[in-house]
């Protein structure tokens, strides 16, 4: 019964590669959520999307690409990875309405770049 | 834009301590307020929330008070337990979708 989920929970890969993270919600929310956590714990949103609407993109170098096959879906791929992107990344979602809503969050994806 | 400020950790404290983590915001409109706790290996939970000014967010012995005079929404429990070990950060939420947080302050607290 988790409501979000990811996969995988750790990923290490070479640098170069293409790979990517799936994320699914189960709380019939409509809005979704990609965050970077950076070795220091600092959190920085990179996507949103509203009911398969990009909504937010961050300066995000646009090697990462989301994409929300439906409401309960959205995945992040990142092609030609660098070390930099070395970072754990959470999936979130919540109901609809930009301003007091809960977000719920991922266990989170470990990417390593080696 | 919106921004978080909290204070820098780590904090250290023994059992039963009383912890405050204080939390400051910049803001256009009218946000709401969370914090939020990371267990280690974790992601995020929502510990409390506030939608408007002088409400109090409440949960598992925290308080958080929603000041707009002085933009703060500040942390407090008043007797902590080594199950509180965690990354604490605190957030803000203003009609835009985004959550912007604040760097996080990590809370070890001995036996």
């Known amino acids: 019964d988790t409501a979000v989920s990811q996969t995988p929970k750790y990923l290490v890969t070479q640098m170069g590669n293409d790979k990517s993270i799936k994320c699914e919600q189960n709380l019939g929310h409509d809005t979704m959520y990609w965050y970077k956590q950076d070795s220091k714990k600092f959190l920085k949103i990179m996507f949103s999307y509203n009911n398969k609407e990009l909504i937010i993109n961050e300066t995000v170098p646009n090697r990462f690409s989301p994409k929300s096959p439906d409401k309960a879906h959205l995945n992040l791929h990142i092609n030609s990875l660098e070390l930099g992107d070395s970072a754990v990344y959470f999936c979130?979602?919540?109901?609809?309405?930009?301003?007091?809503?809960?977000?719920?969050f991922g266990p989170g994806t470990r990417l390593t770049v080696l | 834009g919106n921004s978080v400020t909290q204070m820098e950790g780590p904090v250290t404290l023994s059992e039963e301590a009383f912890l405050t983590i204080n939390c400051t915001y910049t803001a256009t409109g009218y946000p709401s307020l969370f914090w939020y706790v990371q267990y280690p290996g974790e992601g995020l939970q929502l510990l409390l929330k506030?939608?408007?000014?002088?409400d109090k967010g409440s949960n598992k012995g925290f308080e958080a008070t929603y000041r707009k005079e002085t933009t703060s929404f500040h942390l407090e429990k008043g007797s902590v337990q080594v199950s509180d070990s965690a990354v604490y950060f605190c957030?803000?939420?203003?009609?835009?979708?985004?959550?912007?947080f604040g760097a996080g302050t990590t809370v070890t607290v001995r036996a």
């Open positions: 506030a939608t408007k000014a002088d």
């Open positions: 957030a803000l939420s203003s009609n835009d979708y985004k959550l912007s």
């Open positions: 979130a979602s919540s109901q609809a309405g930009p301003t007091g809503d809960t977000q719920y």
